[in-house]
């Protein structure tokens, strides 16, 4: 089984600065690790994706992600955040052995100030 | 492709009463997955389908939840005798098959509030 920790319930952040979205997760087996991003009113879309090789991924808006398998993290950032980034993150997981359901954690609601 | 949708979007229901949510996923998707997120709480796996059979389903589905995927296209999701408990938003995702990596893409969800 997989669980997943995402231990800020809401963070708040001045426009244009920076931001981390602590990820933690726990499992058994090798898992693959995802954050989907939900803006208000609308349904979930995946942000970026940990399957392989270098552990740092990167999406189209600039977020970043850096898989640490030594204290199981995957942590979101972005170094300077806008208004339109307001949304609620979660972090999830995918074991590689075959389970295909996604584990998610509780979710950072990241409120962007003026 | 138009995208997963999900009908209704909202529903009120008193308890006791019988919904049924409706989940239309991507065309080429054969996988469908149901969720269920309540307030405060990240998405919980209900149950999937590979095509028209549901290959597995959580212990946080009752007997009074029923899934179907009758042709493995559509899917519906019906709850009997609903109760307070039961007040979420109901989501569904869809994916191919044959990749576990692949991305599963969300519905807008549908929020029942039982009164």
């Known amino acids: 089984a997989q669980s997943v920790t995402q231990l800020d319930s809401q963070v708040p952040v001045f426009e244009e600065a920076p931001v981390e979205l602590r990820c933690n997760y726990s499992s058994s087996v090798s898992v693959y690790l995802f954050w989907y991003v939900q803006y208000p009113n609308q349904g979930l879309q995946l942000l970026l994706k940990y399957l392989s090789g270098s552990t740092l991924v990167e999406s189209i808006n600039g977020f970043e992600a850096e898989f640490n398998k030594s204290q199981t993290s995957f942590h979101l950032r972005k170094p300077s955040v806008h208004i339109s980034d307001t949304a609620e993150y979660f972090c999830?997981?995918?074991?590689?052995?075959?389970?295909?359901?996604?584990?998610f954690g509780t979710g950072t609601r990241l409120t962007i100030i003026p | 492709d138009t995208g997963v949708s999900q009908d209704p979007r909202h529903k009120i229901t008193k308890r006791g009463q019988n919904v049924t949510f409706r989940c239309d996923p991507i065309?080429?998707?054969?996988?469908l997955y149901w969720y269920r997120q309540t307030l405060g709480q990240g998405p919980e796996f209900l149950t999937y389908?590979?095509?028209?059979?549901?290959?597995?389903k959580s212990r946080l589905l009752s007997d009074r939840f029923s899934a179907e995927r009758p042709k493995g296209s559509f899917s519906t999701l019906e709850i009997q005798r609903t109760e307070q408990g039961d007040s979420a938003m109901y989501l569904c995702a869809s994916k191919t098959s044959g990749r576990i990596n692949n991305e599963q893409f969300f519905g807008p969800g549908t929020r029942l509030t039982v009164l």
């Open positions: 999830a997981v995918i074991s590689n052995f075959g389970n295909e359901k996604l584990t």
């Open positions: 389908f590979q095509n028209e059979a549901q290959l597995e």
């Open positions: 065309s080429e998707h054969n996988r």
